[in-house]
């Protein structure tokens, strides 16, 4: 029989080792990857009141047909005009139905239950969604949300942790980019839940902050999941903090640039967080696949073509960010104050031959 000698301090290194893994993968502690009863039954009561919006051509999701096709059949047609009344009648649009849900206890209640101080939207929502706790209740009751959640439940989380290998990565690649503290995000959050939810649009996603967690709430995707699946909704946790504290002049300085892309509406700080966090998403996801400069260009002037018209002129001043040793909060104001309104004007005819 052999014997092997193992040295003292090699001991000392293999007892200590389970200690020093959990501390260099405290981060992972961040995550939940775990499907939510309460996103499911707020999106199956949406589809159920006559939410069938879908940007892909080839259609809907799968899922999303087959349980839309039960529901079909389970619900009574009186309930059925109830909930398409209420869709009508109320002003939250197609993200509220879930972020709503987010704000209750879950079922078989759905009572409101969350601290206004850590749920920045709740009170919004709340007012926009008006009712919806006594819906939620009775549509988890009359469509037997119980047996749906049992049956598809399992299918849903199969999808959900496809996101699980991405998603450090992702927080990783927009530290770096944006020059933020190794533990920006786990100060924003003491959680942050990853839910996919295939009754949702293809293309659709949106997150929200609840009780001091964040959700990203993810529908599907033609692709298969990466990284550049979080910086989107990641993303807006980085720009919003910027602009909302910005100053209302900003509002007036675009209001003429910014009725060109979206018929005469006045712009909003949620327009300037959005035409942030598309064009830096846009130049992650190059560096993420090795895109060159010309492809990324191309991806940003598509988002600038939907309307959202800061897109180029931010892009442009990036260069400027990268090549700095700022942060990105402290370049932030000097792209903002160096857009040009009037080459913007400009830009915009004549890249969209708008007759304007």
């Not at 987010?102 to 709340?126: E, V």
């Not at 640039?257 to 018929?263: D, I, R, V």
């Not at 988002?303 to 442009?316: N, V």
């Not at 700022?326 to 104001?333: A, D, E, K, R, V």
């Amino acid at each position: 029989m052999f014997r092997f000698s193992t040295p003292a301090s090699t001991l000392l290194f293999l007892c200590l080792l389970p200690l020093l893994s959990r501390a260099q993968d405290t981060s992972s502690t961040l995550f939940s990857f775990d499907q939510d009863i309460r996103v499911f039954t707020a999106q199956a009561c949406l589809n159920a009141a006559g939410y069938d919006h879908e940007w892909r051509k080839d259609g809907m999701h799968p899922l999303r047909i087959e349980i839309r096709n039960e529901l079909s059949h389970t619900l009574d047609s009186s309930f059925v005009q109830k909930l398409h009344a209420f869709r009508k009648a109320c002003s939250g649009d197609w993200s509220g139905w879930a972020s709503y849900a987010l704000l209750t206890n879950g079922p078989p209640d759905f009572r409101l239950s969350y601290d206004s101080k850590t749920t920045p939207y709740g009170d919004k929502t709340r007012d926009d969604m008006s009712g919806l706790s006594t819906l939620l209740a009775e549509f988890y009751v009359k469509a037997h949300v119980p047996a749906l959640w049992q049956k598809y439940e399992p299918r849903f989380q199969d999808l959900s942790d496809q996101f699980r290998p991405h998603a450090h990565r992702a927080l990783d690649d927009i530290r770096r980019y944006c020059r933020l503290d190794k533990d920006y995000f786990s100060h924003k959050a003491s959680r942050m839940h990853v839910v996919f939810a295939p009754l949702q649009s293809y293309f659709t996603a949106f997150t929200d902050k609840v009780n001091n967690e964040i959700y990203l709430v993810f529908g599907p995707q033609p692709s298969e999941p990466s990284p550049s699946s979080f910086y989107h909704e990641a993303l807006h946790h980085v720009l919003s903090p910027l602009t909302e504290k910005l100053d209302t002049n900003i509002t007036t300085r675009f209001k003429e640039l910014y009725a060109l892309a979206t018929s005469g509406e006045h712009i909003g700080y949620s327009h300037i967080d959005e035409a942030f966090v598309r064009t830096i998403g846009c130049i992650l996801a190059g560096k993420l696949f090795h895109e060159s400069d010309s492809t990324v260009l191309a991806h940003v002037t598509n988002e600038y073509k939907l309307g959202f018209i800061l897109c180029l002129s931010i892009f442009e001043q990036l260069k400027g960010y990268e090549a700095s040793s700022l942060t990105f909060g402290q370049f932030f104001p000097r792209i903002l104050a160096s857009i040009d309104v009037e080459r913007e004007k400009h830009r915009w005819m004549e890249l969209t031959k708008n007759p304007k």
